[in-house]
């Protein structure tokens, strides 16, 4: 098995409410990353975790929290989120940290009322 | 090519021609570089990677150099076709990560 899956595909939101994106793969890689891409812009890094511990946190702000409850799956939890948080949402996983190749799921698309 | 605003560098091509799609990156520290393709409504998708001590690497249809004085990545498809229009994205990886380069959209036509 050489995929990530997201779900949900998407996601509309209002801004009261509280929800969760998810993330899994089972290639047996150790590090699993979230990313938010805006639309013509690159993905940008949010949260890096390695054998289930935060690695990195790029600054991201607190109404979005991330989980990795087994080297399987990450979790990302919503809560509070502005109009402009409305993106596409990528995880990827790798087989460790640095040099390696990032493999990517097809993302969430998400809409924040 | 470097993006203004909300605009992506575009390169349209025919199908048949070869295309090259160029990066230059900023970190000299970096020692492993990389393409992905990004389809409309998808995640990025691998294409191909070089390392640092590399200048050249080729894989199927696709050729990717590496200028190291310059900081200067390429990426070259051969006998582009339809299927090959998508975001093409550069980045280099540090210890645990990777950065992203603006993005170049490839267009093709029959």
């Not at chain 2, 020692?31 to 200048?55: A, L, T, V």
């Not at chain 2, 200067?72 to 229009?85: E, N, V």
Request: overall charge positive.
């Amino acid at each position: 098995d050489t995929e990530v899956t997201q779900t949900p595909k998407h996601l509309v939101m209002g801004m009261t409410n509280k929800k969760s994106l998810k993330c899994e793969q089972h290639m047996g890689h150790r590090a699993m990353y979230w990313y938010k891409q805006k639309a013509k812009k690159p993905p940008e890094l949010m949260f890096v975790y390695s054998y289930e511990k935060l690695s990195i946190n790029e600054s991201v702000p607190s109404r979005f929290s991330p989980e990795c409850p087994n080297s399987s799956l990450l979790n990302l939890h919503l809560h509070a989120l502005q109009p402009e948080d409305s993106a596409l949402y990528l995880c990827a996983s790798s087989r460790g940290l640095g040099g390696n190749e990032q493999f990517f799921g097809p993302g969430t698309r998400l809409t924040v009322l | 090519g470097e993006s203004v605003g909300l605009h992506l560098p575009t390169l349209s091509v025919q199908e048949g021609d070869n295309s090259i799609i160029n990066c230059a990156y900023s970190n000299s520290a970096s020692d492993y570089f990389i393409w992905y393709k990004q389809e409309s409504g998808k995640g990025p998708q691998f294409i191909i990677d070089i390392r640092s001590n590399m200048d050249k690497r080729q894989g199927q249809r696709v050729t990717v150099l590496l200028n190291k004085t310059v900081k200067h990545l390429s990426l070259q498809i051969a006998a582009t076709q339809p299927g090959d229009s998508a975001v093409y994205f550069c980045a280099q990886g540090g210890y645990s990560t990777l950065t992203f380069g603006k993005g170049t959209m490839l267009l093709v036509s029959p």
